[in-house]
């Protein structure tokens, strides 16, 4: 019997799922230190939810198999300011402490997403700042019934566009299936000259029609 997929707000409960969701599907395990795993995607997850004012997850039986997450974009609002604020200060302590650490490279792949806004000189409603499905579950709808959830928020808010970020190793075509463009775009590399570990991050917009 097929059971129902149940879109639902986070609760304190949900956030280890929801942390190892965020460490198989970027395969944390393969690029970062054992003993580093839990902590970088724990920092991850934690300062997209800082960010976020709307999060809910799709759970089937036990499982909660994604996740959506959306940041109304509020220039006054001091906490986010004060948020990446303080990823700009961590990277110049990295620098000096741990200059050849992985998480240093981490935090400098977060000052991108800051760059490619400024680049991009335009002003967003909202951000989509987190979406995810299982990937035993991916093909089910369960991504649409997040992305959906999404929208209908920026619509109840009146939010015209938004904007997110996301790379060349991510399912980023999906978001153009959405009709999403890309405006801005930076290459990263994890081992400077390497390009076997060549990075590029985009910045996608995407705009509502308030009249549907």
């Known amino acids: 019997m097929k059971?129902?997929?149940?879109?639902?707000?986070?609760?304190?409960?949900?956030?280890?799922?929801?942390?190892?969701?965020?460490?198989?599907?970027?395969?944390?395990r393969s690029w970062v230190p054992n003993n580093l795993v839990a902590p970088m995607a724990d920092f991850f997850l934690s300062?997209?939810?800082?960010?976020?004012?709307?999060?809910?997850?799709?759970?089937?039986?036990d499982d909660i198999v994604g996740i959506v997450a959306t940041g109304l974009v509020d220039q006054t609002n001091i906490q986010k300011i004060s948020t990446r604020k303080n990823i700009s200060s961590l990277e110049k302590i990295l620098r000096i402490t741990e200059p050849d650490s992985i998480f240093l490279k981490y935090i400098?792949?977060?000052?991108?997403?800051?760059?490619?806004?400024?680049?991009?000189?335009?002003?967003?409603?909202?951000?989509?700042?987190?979406l995810i499905?299982?990937?035993?579950?991916?093909?089910?709808?369960?991504?649409?019934?997040?992305?959906?959830?999404?929208?209908?928020?920026?619509?109840?808010?009146?939010a015209e566009n938004f904007y997110l970020f996301t790379d060349n190793s991510?399912?980023?075509?999906y978001y153009e299936h959405k009709g999403l463009s890309r405006v801005a775009e930076k290459k990263y590399y994890w081992e400077p000259?390497?390009?076997?570990?060549?990075?590029?991050?985009y910045l996608y917009e995407g705009k509502l029609n308030l009249s549907d």
């Open 47 to 61: 300062d997209l939810l800082l960010e976020s004012d709307d999060v809910f997850v799709a759970q089937i039986g």
């Open 193 to 201: 000259g390497n390009n076997d570990t060549l990075e590029i991050y």
């Open 133 to 158: 499905v299982k990937e035993e579950f991916k093909g089910l709808g369960i991504g649409g019934l997040l992305y959906n959830h999404f929208y209908d928020y920026l619509k109840q808010h009146q």
């Open 170 to 173: 991510s399912d980023y075509q």
């Open 108 to 130: 400098q792949t977060l000052e991108i997403n800051e760059f490619l806004l400024e680049k991009s000189q335009k002003n967003y409603d909202a951000g989509l700042n987190l």
């Open 3 to 28: 059971q129902e997929t149940i879109l639902r707000k986070m609760i304190p409960e949900d956030y280890d799922s929801i942390l190892v969701l965020v460490i198989n599907t970027w395969d944390y």
